[in-house]
C-alpha cells in the first residue's frame, strides 16, 4: 500500500507564496514520476508540474515562471514553491505518484 502526505496548503493573498510538500511512503517499488494536481470547483483536475525520475520537468503553461517543482529522490519527497500567487490559482491541489497513487489534496485559497 502506498500513502502520500501532503502539507502546506492555506490562505494567501494574492502576490504571495506558498511552498506544498508530499510524502510518499509504503510499497514503492520504483518511482518514475511524481507531479502536482489541482482542481477548482466546477472544474478538471489539471497537471500543475511534474517531475520524472531522471530530473526533467514539466509545467501548466498557467504557472510557468512563478512555480517550481523539487523532488528528493531518497526520501520521495516532492515540494511545490509557488511565487505571485494568483486568485485562479485557487484550488484543491493533490500529490500524485508514477500517476497511479493520490494524496488527499490540500486547499490553496489565494483572495485579498
Known amino acids: 500500500q502506498v500513502q502520500l502526505v501532503e502539507s502546506g496548503g492555506g490562505l494567501v493573498q494574492p502576490g504571495g507564496s506558498l511552498r506544498l510538500s508530499c510524502a510518499a511512503s509504503g510499497s514503492i517499488f520504483r518511482v518514475y514520476f511524481m507531479g502536482w494536481y489541482r482542481q477548482a470547483p466546477g472544474k478538471q483536475r489539471e497537471l500543475v508540474a511534474g517531475?520524472?525520475?531522471?530530473?526533467?520537468?514539466d509545467y501548466a503553461d498557467s504557472v510557468k515562471g512563478r512555480f517550481t517543482i523539487s523532488r528528493v529522490t531518497a526520501k520521495n519527497t516532492v515540494s511545490l514553491q509557488m511565487n505571485s500567487l494568483k486568485p485562479e490559482d485557487t484550488a484543491v491541489y493533490y500529490c500524485n505518484l508514477n500517476e497511479a497513487f493520490w494524496g488527499q489534496g490540500t486547499q490553496v485559497t489565494v483572495s485579498s
Open positions: 517531475i520524472t525520475n531522471g530530473g526533467s520537468t
